[in-house]
């Protein structure tokens, strides 16, 4: 696993694990797609349920992403390991879209069940500042001209964003919020049925493996384009 | 057989799917894009013919 940490390494054994994560996706989208479509209509919700297809893969995936960000902006700045601030960097574009998903389905299907498109209540909010700390995370990154310094600065950001995850997790448990409380991760089991947790799984694996293949591309893009950049610069200093 | 009537919330289930097609699309693209550049620059800076 940690050979793997070694960017040639990661370059060689991850050659072909795109395109395979990619069909692994896209099929798994498929699936869930026909699944979310011919799932019974919720007595309660009616077709709104639809839209928990696409909004809870999205959350559960804004907040995973974020957890590895922060991990791997420990490794960059704690060992200073290039892979790992790559792989920080790469992840910050994909889970800032994943929280902006959250927020704009999370607000469709607010309005038709709530009445309303936005409540500063914990659950939205905490999400909110989630996406934040993404565009900041970002913002800051570009904002530095020095990579080594950027990477650096906005590892601190990223670890201190990570406070954030148990406060989105559990605004629901510690505050009084018109978001519902976890039904699927659950002490007592799933609060739904087999029938709508079936697809609303496959979507979240779905997302998962659609993730990884965009994350896995985006490290080994950042991993060139640096390969580049230091012979460009060593050319350059030679000339 | 597919439900695709989403009588009086087809107004909201549509659009959220719609978005959500859309920017996975779009990180696609952006993710794809990145990655060819990144792979010409490299290729320029070893001295390969990046055609």
């Known amino acids: ?239 | 057989m597919p439900d695709l009537n989403m009588g009086e919330y087809g107004a909201y289930v549509w659009p959220a799917w719609g978005v959500s097609a859309l920017v996975m699309a779009a990180l696609v693209w952006s993710v794809l894009s990145k990655a060819r550049k990144a792979k010409r620059a490299l290729d320029q800076a070893e001295g390969r013919d990046p055609s």
């Open chain 1, 1 to 239: 696993m940690f050979g793997l940490a070694n960017p040639q390494r990661f370059m060689s054994a991850t050659r072909r694990l795109p395109a395979v994560l990619g069909v692994a996706a896209g099929l798994l989208l498929a699936a869930g797609v026909w699944l979310g479509f011919t799932a019974p209509e919720d007595y309660q919700q009616g077709d709104t349920v639809r839209i928990m297809f696409v909004h809870v893969p999205a959350s559960w995936l804004s907040l995973a992403v974020y957890a590895a960000m922060g991990g791997a902006s420990f490794f960059a700045l704690v060992f200073r390991h290039p892979l790992a601030d790559a792989a920080a960097r790469a992840a910050a574009p994909i889970g800032a879209a994943f929280t902006a998903l959250a927020l704009i389905t999370g607000s469709l299907w607010g309005r038709p069940m709530w009445g309303t498109w936005w409540e500063w209540d914990a659950r939205l909010t905490s999400v909110l500042v989630l996406f934040l700390f993404y565009l900041g995370y970002m913002a800051l990154r570009a904002s530095i001209d020095d990579e080594q310094k950027a990477g650096r600065a906005a590892a601190v950001l990223a670890l201190a964003g990570l406070i954030n995850l148990p406060i989105v997790k559990f605004s629901v448990d510690w505050w009084n919020t018109l978001h519902q409380p976890a039904s699927v991760f659950r002490a007592d089991g799933p609060a739904m049925t087999a029938d709508i947790l079936t697809p609303l799984l496959v979507m979240g694996v779905a997302y998962t493996v659609f993730f990884a293949a965009l994350w896995v591309t985006a490290i080994r893009a950042e991993v060139n384009q640096r390969r580049a950049n230091a012979l460009a610069l060593r050319a350059a200093g030679g000339a």
